[in-house]
């Protein structure tokens, strides 16, 4: 390059070039947890017990953002190519090559697939979030609504990019506003059933029967905030038309999914919450499934009562999740007898 290039352009270029190594590193890390939750979600446990009752869909949906996330990533990783070595005597050079990037089909084609994968990625957050509320409307249209109008933004964007600079469409910031704020309100939502749930647990069956929820409350967060972190910087960035964009656009698509793959293998691999019994000295052997939030009136506890402990009757129990089995009086002492979640990975 000759020596009289702006330095503006010199941190665009780099911005842009590093920027596809952390997407390589990424979707390195994409790949790696694809493979685990398929064999996490194949696998039956020693226990023989079943891994999850939605295995089907879940593997459906991994399979599903994985194609999506390749082929994004191989066009990005092709057009990276195109702008220092099959283009690159083109008038403007790598500079213009970067900011006219939407007049070339193979980006446009590798943006269309993020935002499918993206689509997908949030529709598995609202179902987690539906499935630990109850379907409740109040919590349901909302969400729902700002779901449709994220898919709706992205289309639109589709629709202006032709010929268009990317960082110049004010849809895009509207676009990432809705799908980071989806995310901090689905934590939100979900940390704060959860912690709700627990708090009727304890008044019910102690403070050692509830760290179940403790444990999913902080797995729901630490997924969340990966994401969450990275997409405010992006929407700061993009909103101040700074090159930092560059270094996050082409991995936080693959780092909303590493977040989504996480649960699904800790779920499935019954990792959410079974070390955390080792430190009791009366442990439930129980399985917590989120199969429903609305009846809390199947708690078997022995013969001594049908509705519940010692007596309680179904008006004492608020809604919460349906624990499975019998509580059994003594800790378990292997590995294999430990509770595990199944939950039926909607966690």
Same mark, same amino acid.
């Given at each position: 390059?000759?020596?009289?290039?702006?330095?503006?352009? *010199?941190? %665009?270029e !780099?911005?842009?070039?590093?920027?596809?190594?952390?997407?390589? $590193?990424?979707?390195g +890390?994409?790949? #790696?947890?694809?493979?685990?939750?398929?064999?996490?979600?194949?696998?039956?446990?020693?226990?023989?017990s079943?891994?999850a009752?939605?295995?089907?869909?879940?593997?459906?949906?991994?399979?599903?953002?994985?194609?999506?996330?390749?082929?994004?990533?191989?066009?990005?990783?092709?057009?990276?190519?195109?702008?220092?070595?099959?283009?690159?005597?083109?008038?403007?050079?790598?500079?213009?090559?970067?900011?006219?990037?939407?007049?070339?089909?193979?980006?446009?084609?590798?943006?269309?697939?993020?935002?499918?994968?993206?689509?997908?990625?949030?529709? *598995?957050? %609202?179902? !987690?979030?539906?499935?630990i509320?109850?379907?409740?409307?109040? $919590?349901?249209?909302? +969400?729902?609504? #700002?779901?449709?109008?994220?898919?709706?933004?992205?289309?639109?964007?589709?629709?202006?990019?032709?010929?268009?600079?990317?960082?110049?469409?004010?849809?895009?910031?509207?676009?990432?506003?809705?799908?980071?704020?989806?995310?901090?309100?689905?934590?939100?939502?979900?940390?704060?059933?959860?912690?709700?749930?627990?708090?009727?647990?304890?008044?019910?069956?102690?403070?050692?029967?509830?760290?179940?929820?403790?444990?999913?409350?902080?797995?729901?967060?630490?997924?969340?905030?990966?994401?969450?972190?990275?997409?405010?910087?992006?929407?700061?960035?993009?909103?101040?038309?700074?090159?930092?964009?560059?270094?996050?656009?082409?991995?936080?698509?693959?780092?909303?999914?590493?977040?989504?793959?996480?649960?699904?293998?800790?779920?499935?691999?019954g990792?959410?919450?079974?070390?955390?019994?080792?430190?009791?000295?009366?442990?439930?052997?129980?399985?917590?499934?989120?199969?429903?939030?609305?009846n809390?009136?199947?708690?078997?506890?022995?013969?001594?009562?049908?509705?519940?402990?010692?007596?309680?009757?179904?008006?004492?129990?608020?809604?919460?999740?349906?624990?499975?089995?019998?509580?059994?009086?003594?800790?378990p002492?292997?590995?294999?007898?430990?509770?595990?979640?199944?939950?039926?990975?909607?966690?």
């Amino acid at each position: 390059m000759s020596s009289d290039t702006p330095d503006t352009d *010199l941190w %665009l270029e !780099r911005s842009r070039l590093d920027g596809m190594l952390l997407g390589a $590193v990424s979707y390195g +890390m994409f790949f #790696l947890l694809t493979i685990q939750a398929t064999i996490a979600l194949t696998r039956r446990p020693r226990s023989g017990s079943k891994i999850a009752e939605h295995r089907w869909m879940l593997l459906s949906y991994v399979f599903i953002t994985f194609i999506l996330g390749t082929i994004g990533f191989a066009g990005n990783a092709k057009y990276t190519e195109m702008i220092w070595i099959d283009l690159r005597n083109a008038p403007g050079g790598p500079a213009a090559l970067i900011n006219n990037e939407l007049n070339y089909w193979i980006n446009m084609m590798a943006l269309s697939c993020y935002y499918i994968m993206e689509w997908f990625m949030q529709a *598995l957050l %609202l179902h !987690r979030c539906f499935i630990i509320w109850g379907w409740e409307k109040y $919590v349901v249209w909302p +969400m729902t609504t #700002l779901f449709l109008a994220m898919i709706a933004m992205s289309i639109l964007i589709l629709a202006e990019s032709s010929g268009a600079v990317f960082y110049n469409i004010n849809t895009q910031l509207a676009y990432l506003c809705i799908e980071v704020g989806m995310t901090v309100i689905y934590t939100v939502l979900v940390t704060g059933r959860l912690f709700a749930l627990r708090k009727q647990m304890k008044e019910i069956l102690g403070r050692e029967h509830v760290r179940t929820y403790e444990t999913v409350a902080a797995m729901v967060i630490e997924s969340a905030a990966m994401y969450s972190t990275l997409g405010i910087i992006f929407i700061i960035a993009f909103a101040v038309h700074s090159n930092v964009s560059n270094l996050v656009f082409l991995a936080i698509s693959h780092v909303q999914g590493i977040a989504q793959l996480l649960i699904i293998i800790r779920v499935a691999q019954g990792r959410a919450f079974t070390q955390d019994w080792t430190s009791t000295s009366v442990a439930p052997t129980t399985s917590l499934t989120f199969g429903s939030t609305k009846n809390f009136t199947d708690i078997d506890l022995g013969p001594e009562s049908s509705n519940g402990l010692n007596g309680t009757t179904d008006a004492e129990i608020n809604s919460g999740p349906v624990w499975k089995d019998s509580v059994k009086s003594t800790a378990p002492s292997t590995r294999e007898q430990r509770s595990e979640l199944v939950g039926d990975a909607d966690l």
